[in-house]
């Protein structure tokens, strides 16, 4: 039996394209974590600009915050709807892909060519014209970003 690593995360980035049918192979190391740390099961959930992709235990840690941040806050109702009425329960396919709901490609444009970011906890999969002008921006911001980190 494998020993869990907290060390394992989402991490780097990589750029992919989708097959015909809107599948996306899922780069190794992200496989690695998801094998080590979590299970195969993830959930794909709309964001502001991407698709967010998370393992199904932290999704739901996720939805727990969700939950608890409308209770205290009603105006968070339209935020919860859009974020959890889009989720799709995926799962990996023995080749390593995930399949991109249809509905979710066409919210973000995405097409053919993605970026797939990884974030620590989960990673997001962005078209690449947008991932590279989100990349773009957040360069040109970059000093105000190391501020606020040097902060603590």
């Given at each position: 039996?494998?020993?869990?690593?907290s060390?394992?995360?989402?991490?780097?980035?990589?750029?992919?394209?989708?097959?015909?049918?809107?599948?996306?192979n899922i780069p190794a190391r992200f496989r690695n974590v998801l094998q080590e740390v979590y299970s195969g099961e993830l959930i794909v959930t709309i964001w502001q600009k991407c698709l967010k992709v998370y393992p199904v235990a932290r999704w739901e840690q996720e939805e727990e915050k969700l939950l608890s941040k409308q209770e205290k806050d009603p105006s968070l109702?339209?935020?919860?709807?859009?974020?959890?009425g889009g989720v799709h329960e995926c799962t990996l396919d023995k080749q390593g892909r995930i399949l991109i709901p249809a509905g979710c490609r066409k919210r973000?444009?995405?097409?053919?060519?993605?970026?797939?970011?990884?974030?620590?906890?989960?990673f997001e999969i962005w078209d690449q014209v947008a991932w590279q002008?989100?990349?773009?921006?957040?360069?040109?911001?970059?000093?105000?970003?190391?501020v606020s980190m040097a902060s603590g």
């Open positions: 039996m494998k020993k869990k690593s060390k394992l995360r989402f991490r780097g980035f990589s750029e992919h394209a989708l097959d015909a049918k809107g599948r996306l109702e339209p935020f919860v709807r859009y974020v959890v973000f444009g995405i097409v053919k060519d993605v970026v797939l970011s990884g974030m620590v906890d989960h002008q989100e990349a773009d921006r957040t360069q040109q911001d970059f000093g105000k970003y190391t």
